[in-house]
């Protein structure tokens, strides 16, 4: 049995975890406690943060460094849920793995910079290529499911999203990313509502197909008792 606890920078993929990763999990022998906020929250009074790091992660990095000291058991693992999109400058290995050709190349390098920064082989970190919204477009037409969306508008993003090889490819700048595709057409998405009712209705077992990099962060999280990763 292992005992995971989860940084995230919003309540989007906090709800998430709750809803989806936990259940899942669950059935591997491990036990996500409630997901832990991290960012300027501390500094809002306790208020709930909407999500994003803002312009420095170093009070994320605080955050975590701190609670792996708070549990030194065996069981105690530690993992992350963060979007590469807007990532803060200070991140470890910034620079350097923000010259990789493409998303998931530039996650992985940022990955592994976090993990040589933590020093603890119980901490998984993991960056959402590119930010969370990529889970909702593997299957842009749940969205139709919530909000009336208008045929057109619907068919208008489906036709965005098909001309790339996978959601976690989308993302090319301030007004192009996943979550601003979704909002140009459907102005009253709420991300915290809907974001993750429909990742969780469209499965997990189409999510980590269509989104590989979340794929392998799963699978990892899956062995976690089996002692893999």
């Known amino acids: 049995m292992k005992r995971l606890y989860l940084t995230v920078e919003g309540q989007t993929e906090a709800a998430f975890a709750k809803a989806v990763l936990t259940p899942h999990l669950a059935e591997f022998s491990v036990f996500l406690t409630s997901p832990r906020f991290t960012g300027l929250h501390k500094r809002r009074r306790g208020r709930i943060p909407q999500g994003g790091m803002l312009n420095t992660f170093g009070h994320a990095l605080a955050d975590m460094k701190t609670w792996l000291k708070e549990d030194k058991t065996p069981e105690a693992r530690f993992s992350m849920m ?61 969205i139709s499911s919530i909000y009336d969306v208008p045929e057109a508008l619907m068919k208008a993003l489906c036709q965005e999203c098909d001309g790339y090889g996978t959601p976690e490819d989308i993302n090319h700048g301030q007004h192009s990313h996943p979550k ?28 980590r197909v269509r989104c590989p990099h979340f794929g392998e962060w799963l699978t990892t999280l899956e062995r976690l008792d089996a002692g893999v990763g």
């Open 82 to 142: 963060v979007d590469l999109y807007s990532l803060p400058s200070d991140f470890p290995g910034y620079e350097e793995g923000m010259t990789k050709p493409t998303g998931r190349e530039q996650a992985i390098a940022l990955q592994t910079s976090l993990a040589l920064e933590i020093g603890d082989a119980r901490f998984v970190p993991y960056l959402q290529v590119h930010e969370y919204e990529a889970l909702v477009l593997v299957d842009p037409r749940r």
């Open 180 to 207: 601003r595709r979704i909002q140009q057409k459907v102005q009253q998405y709420d991300e915290n509502v809907a974001g993750p009712l429909i990742a969780e209705n469209i499965g997990l077992p189409t999510l």
